[in-house]
């Protein structure tokens, strides 16, 4: 993540160097920016998935809006320096605005959706909790239903952790955690199915909370 930074910050700094006498070799570098972390980017280590949630919910969707700052301000930067006819510098002024004003709608809508993922996973986590408490403590005339409600709501937590945090492409964007540590959790919360009580229910339930805790400063309600 600082190799990331430093060499994203080189990179800006070489563009405004460019900026006043090669406009259009400095909306090139900045357009460059948004087409890297569009490939990949920085990385996010798999250690300590869930620890490390709070703030991938931070960082990818702040790493997100700032590429497509620098790429927008990129485009504009090459659409201004373009051989334009006098009569057409108003069309070329429209187009450069209304880039600018889709940048921020689409800004917005990356920390709406941040806030919708968090919220969504920690009500979906709160219900598998509840689910799996109740069917340790449910008498076992009643576990097979208690049984079919937590697994129905196990298979809505999972959808869930399947989504990207700053994007809806699967391809392209920051895992909530990563494909092995949710099926790591899921063999957990099958396990505390299938027997009510035993040790990974304690376990599954414990993940279950540190998963809530790094949702927790992000939920919003009524977003």
Known sequence: MTSYLLALG???????????????????????IWIFHIGGGVREPTS???????????????????????????????????????????????????????????????????RKLATELDRHAQKVERRLDRLAQGSVLDRGRLRDDAEDAWDDLNRTLCNKVETGFHLYGTFVIPS????????????????????PYRDAVARLQLLRAACRSKIDTVG
């Open 10 to 32: 080189l990179v800006v700094v070489a563009a405004a160097s460019l900026l006043p006498d090669q406009p259009v070799l400095a909306g090139i570098a900045l357009v460059m």
């Open 48 to 114: 300590f998935a869930y620890e490390r949630l709070q703030g991938r919910l931070t960082w990818a969707a702040a790493l997100q809006v700032s590429a497509m700052c620098y790429g927008t301000v990129g485009a504009v930067c090459v659409i201004r320096a373009l051989p334009v006819p006098e009569r057409y510098a108003p069309g070329v002024f429209a187009a450069s605005l209304s880039v600018v004003i889709g940048l921020v709608v689409a800004a917005l809508k990356v920390f709406a959706r941040v």
């Open 180 to 199: 092995g540590t949710r099926r790591s959790l899921e063999a957990l919360v099958t396990e505390a199915i299938t027997n009510p009580g035993a040790p």
